[in-house]
């Protein structure tokens, strides 16, 4: 199954992602954890790509495709793969299709999330991560066990840089100019499932599934 998650920052994507890594057996790839990791073992990427994220701008096509040809290209892809937060803009899209030729591969959907602009707010504002192991809490809508602390690990949770109301405000900007776009250019190829995603997390899970499951 090779699959493509699409919607505004916040919808959801990756908290949904990781239901589909248990339903399908493929990984997930989250070009923003990618760029995040690079950020955190001090690469010149990193340096580079921080610039971008902390304003809540894109970091440049050229990157974001030279870092997916080369993670495409590993062997846990040739089962499938959810690809998360990629592509964001027309010449990303344009890019992995001719990658996608290359591997003699097909998308075999699309799963587009969509929300209100002041529900993101909500989530984004309320955002917490765990430092150890990266899992994704939301102090509202889906709160640790003990504050401030991981369920799984007992790591500590801290709120991401870009998640402050100005860049928040910044990305959700960026999304409607540059990525609803790339939901047009897939409408052509039928292979897309538009999803609510104003709903519980479950709900959404099971709305996805059941949609990719027709
Ligand atoms: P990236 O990391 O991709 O961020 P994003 O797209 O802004 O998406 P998020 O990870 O913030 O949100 P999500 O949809 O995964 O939501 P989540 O599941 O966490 O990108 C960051 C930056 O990197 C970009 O701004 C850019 O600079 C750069 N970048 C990345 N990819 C790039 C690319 N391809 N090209 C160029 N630049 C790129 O959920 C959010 C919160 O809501 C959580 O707290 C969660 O618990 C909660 N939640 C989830 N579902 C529900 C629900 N149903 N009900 C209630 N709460 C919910």
């Given at each position: 199954m090779k699959l493509l998650l699409i919607g505004?920052?916040?919808?959801?994507k990756g908290t949904q992602a990781n239901f589909l890594i248990e339903k399908y057996n493929i990984p997930q790839i989250s070009t923003g954890d990618m760029l995040r990791e690079n950020i955190r073992n001090e690469t010149s990427l990193g340096d580079e790509a921080k610039k971008y994220m902390d304003a809540g701008k894109l970091v440049p096509d050229e990157v974001i495709l030279n870092m997916i040809n080369d993670r495409l290209n590993k062997h846990d892809c040739n089962n499938g793969y959810i690809l998360d937060?990629?592509?964001?803009t027309i010449p990303q899209a344009k890019g992995l299709d001719i990658l996608l030729g290359k591997l003699k591969q097909n998308l075999d959907s699309i799963v587009v999330m969509k929300i209100s602009d002041s529900l993101i707010i909500k989530r984004l504002s309320n955002r917490r991560s765990c430092k150890e192991c990266n899992k994704v809490y939301n102090l509202i809508f889906d709160p640790p066990t003990?504050?401030?602390?991981?369920?799984?690990?007992?790591g500590n949770l801290y709120m991401r840089d870009d998640d402050n109301p100005k860049t928040i405000q910044n990305r959700l900007n960026v999304y409607h100019e540059q990525t609803e776009p790339v939901i047009d250019f897939y409408?052509?190829?039928?292979?897309t499932k538009e999803i609510?995603?104003?709903?519980s997390i479950m709900e959404i899970k099971n709305n996805i599934l059941n949609s990719l499951s027709k």
């Open positions: 505004p920052p916040g919808v959801g937060g990629f592509p964001r003990i504050s401030n602390k991981c369920n799984d690990c007992s409408h052509n190829k039928k292979i609510n995603a104003d709903g």
